[in-house]
C-alpha cells in the first residue's frame, strides 16, 4: 500500500484526474460484480429448488441438471474471485472489517515462531518483548488437516524503544486461508482425479471444515493466475523443440444466457524425445479454444519450426504450406481403420494389413530409447523395404475392393499420406505414431465425463493452465500435488525473469516447503 500511494503524483490537478479515471473503473467493475452476483444468486435459488424436487424421487435427467447447474455456479464463483482481486481499493477503508470464523479447535496445530533480529537495527540496542501477533493459515497433509500458526513475537528497543517484528511469510493467496498444500490438494483433485469442487466441499464436510464451494472457486481462480507465467514458460520449452506431436479434443462449454452447451476444444502439443535417447526434459502445453477452426493450430504453432506429428485433421495442413514445419503422420490412424474392420468383418484384406503394420512396431520395440542415429539405420534397412512392400500391396487391393467400401476408404485414407507416413525413417527423433498426445489427452477424457462440460470459456482457459502443469509433472514421474505446492509456496514472490526455475525438473522437491 506505501508504494502504491508513493508512486501517485504530487500536482493536485494530476491526481484529481487519477482519482477521477479510478473511480469510473471501479465503478464500472462493481456494476459488472453486483450483476454477476445476481446471476450467481438466482442458480443458488434454481438449484435449491431442484434439489427438493429430487427428494423422495430417481431421475438420472434431473441429477444431470444439478450436477450442471453446480458446475455454472463454481465457474461463475471462479471468474468473479479473479474479476475482484483487479478492483483498485481507492481509500482505506476504516470500518469494521467482518470476522472470520475461526478454524476448528479439533485440528492440530504447529506453530512457527518467525523472530526479528536479536538487537535493534537502528542502534543496536536490546530487545524486549511487548507482544506477538498470531495468524492462523489452514494447510493440508495428505489424509488430514491441520493448522499452522504463524507467530510473530513484538520486541521494543531498550535503547531507542523502536518496534521490531519479523514479516509475515507470504502467501499464495494475499490474506488467504489456504496453505499451499491444500491449494495443490483441490487443483490435483478437480482436474487430475476429477473432482468438482462441490464435491471436495462435502468431503472436507466430513472431516470437520467446512469449506464452501464459492471458497474454493475463489481459490482455484487466484491459483490459477498464479501459475499462468509457468505455463507461459512450459509452451517456450516445448516449442523449442525440433519435434512436436499435436492433437485436439472436444469438450462441451456452458453457453452463456442459453442454458445450452456449445463445444470447444483443447489443444495439446507434447514435446518428449525420450524414445530416441534423448535427455530433454518432457513437457505437455494445453491450450484452449472455444472453437475447432484450423486457424487455431496456426496461432498456436506460429513460431515454431521443426517437425510436426499429428492426425489428419484439415486445420494442420496449412502448418505444411512453407518450409517451417514438416508434416509426420501417424501409423496407429491407419493401423486402427484396418484394426476396427477386421475386427467387425473378419476381412482377411485388413487382418493382414494389421499383420504387416504390426511387425513396423516389433521393429520400434527393439530399437526404442538408442539415438536418433542408431534409429534411422535400424529403421530403413528393416523398415524402408517392408513399407515399399506394403505400399504396392495396398495399391494391388485398392482395385480389387469396392470403391465405397470401408476397406477402399482405409487404404485411400493412408496411400495420399504415405510421404507423411514414412518420414519417421528418415529421422530418428521422429515417432512411428502420435501416441504421445493422445495419451496426453486421456486425462481430459475422463474428466469430460465427471465434469459434463467446461462452465465457460475462461473456465477452459485455466484448465489448459493447470492440465498443462499436472500434465508435465507426470511426464517426468514427478508428484503433481508435491510440485504444486512447492511452486505455490514460492511463486507470489518469485522473479517473473527466473520463472524457469519453477519448471517440474528444476525444482528441488526435497527442500523444505516455502523456503
Known amino acids: 500500500m506505501q508504494r502504491a500511494i508513493s508512486k501517485l503524483p504530487d500536482d493536485p490537478v494530476e491526481l484529481r484526474a487519477l482519482l477521477i479515471a479510478a473511480h469510473a473503473e471501479l465503478a464500472l467493475a462493481q456494476v459488472a460484480l453486483q450483476n454477476q452476483s445476481l446471476e450467481i444468486q438466482n442458480l443458488r435459488l434454481l438449484l435449491a429448488k431442484l434439489k427438493r424436487m429430487q427428494f423422495g424421487r430417481s431421475s438420472e435427467k434431473l441429477n444431470n441438471q444439478i450436477s450442471q447447474l453446480e458446475l455454472q455456479l463454481e465457474e461463475l464463483e471462479t471468474g468473479q474471485a479473479t474479476k475482484t482481486k483487479k478492483i483498485v481499493v481507492l481509500e482505506q477503508d476504516n470500518s469494521a472489517k467482518p470476522v472470520r470464523q475461526a478454524l476448528p479447535g479439533h485440528l492440530p496445530r504447529e506453530t512457527q515462531v518467525h523472530a526479528p533480529a536479536c538487537t535493534c537495527p537502528e542502534c543496536g540496542g536490546e530487545l524486549k518483548a511487548v507482544g506477538v501477533d498470531v495468524t492462523e493459515e489452514l494447510e493440508y497433509v495428505p489424509a488430514r488437516f491441520k493448522v499452522i500458526r504463524h507467530e510473530r513475537p513484538k520486541f521494543s528497543c531498550g535503547a531507542c524503544e523502536l518496534m521490531i517484528q519479523a514479516p509475515m511469510p507470504s502467501r499464495p493467496i494475499e490474506r488467504g486461508l489456504a496453505g499451499p498444500g491444500l491449494l495443490a490438494h483441490v487443483l490435483v483433485s478437480k482436474y487430475a482425479d476429477h473432482l468438482p469442487l462441490y464435491r471436495q466441499s462435502t468431503i472436507y464436510a466430513r472431516e470437520g471444515v467446512e469449506l464452501g464451494r464459492s471458497t474454493l472457486a475463489d481459490w482455484v481462480g487466484q491459483a490459477s493466475g498464479l501459475l499462468t507465467p509457468l505455463a507461459d514458460a512450459l509452451r517456450r520449452h516445448v516449442l523449442a523443440g525440433r519435434k512436436l506431436h499435436a492433437d485436439d479434443t472436444p469438450i ?113 520395440r527393439e530399437i526404442h530409447g538408442q539415438l536418433p542415429v542408431a534409429r534411422q539405420t535400424a529403421r530403413q534397412a528393416r523398415a524402408g523395404p517392408l513399407l515399399e512392400q506394403l505400399n504396392s500391396w495396398l495399391r494391388e487391393q485398392l482395385n480389387k475392393v469396392p470403391k465405397k467400401s470401408s476397406l477402399a476408404v482405409a487404404i485411400r485414407y493412408a496411400l495420399p499420406r504415405w510421404p507423411a507416413l514414412t518420414r519417421y525413417v528418415d529421422d530418428g527423433l521422429v515417432e512411428i505414431d502420435n501416441n504421445a498426445a493422445e495419451r496426453a489427452l486421456r486425462t481430459i477424457a475422463l474428466g469430460r465425463k465427471n465434469y459434463l462440460f467446461a462452465g465457460s470459456d475462461a473456465g477452459g482457459e485455466r484448465a489448459a493452465i493447470i492440465y498443462s502443469l499436472i500434465g508435465t509433472a507426470k511426464l517426468n514421474d514427478i508428484d503433481p500435488q508435491a510440485y504444486l505446492a512447492r511452486v505455490l509456496a514460492r511463486i507470489a514472490d518469485h522473479p517473473i525473469n527466473r520463472i524457469d526455475e519453477l519448471l517440474p525438473w528444476n525444482l528441488d522437491l526435497s527442500e523444505g516447503q516455502g523456503s
Not at 452447451?261 to 502445453?285: F, H, L, M, N
Not at 494445453?286 to 484439415?314: C, M, N, W
Not at 512453407?322 to 474392420?341: L, S
Open 252 to 364: 462441451p462449454v456452458l453457453s452463456p444466457g442459453r442454458g445450452k452447451t456449445k463445444t470447444g476444444s483443447i489443444w495439446t502439443y507434447v514435446r518428449d524425445d525420450r524414445a530416441a535417447g534423448q535427455e530433454t526434459p518432457a513437457a505437455v502445453w494445453f491450450q484452449y479454444t472455444p472453437d475447432r477452426k484450423g486457424i487455431r493450430p496456426r496461432e498456436h504453432l506460429q513460431d515454431y519450426s521443426g517437425v510436426l506429428q499429428a492426425d489428419g485433421y484439415p486445420g494442420f495442413y496449412h502448418l505444411y504450406a512453407g518450409d517451417k514445419i514438416q508434416e509426420a503422420a501417424c501409423w496407429a490412424h491407419v493401423r486402427r481403420k484396418f484394426y476396427d474392420i477386421a475386427v467387425a468383418d473378419a476381412s482377411p484384406i485388413a487382418t493382414e494389413a494389421v499383420q504387416r503394420i504390426g511387425v513396423l512396431y516389433d521393429i520400434e
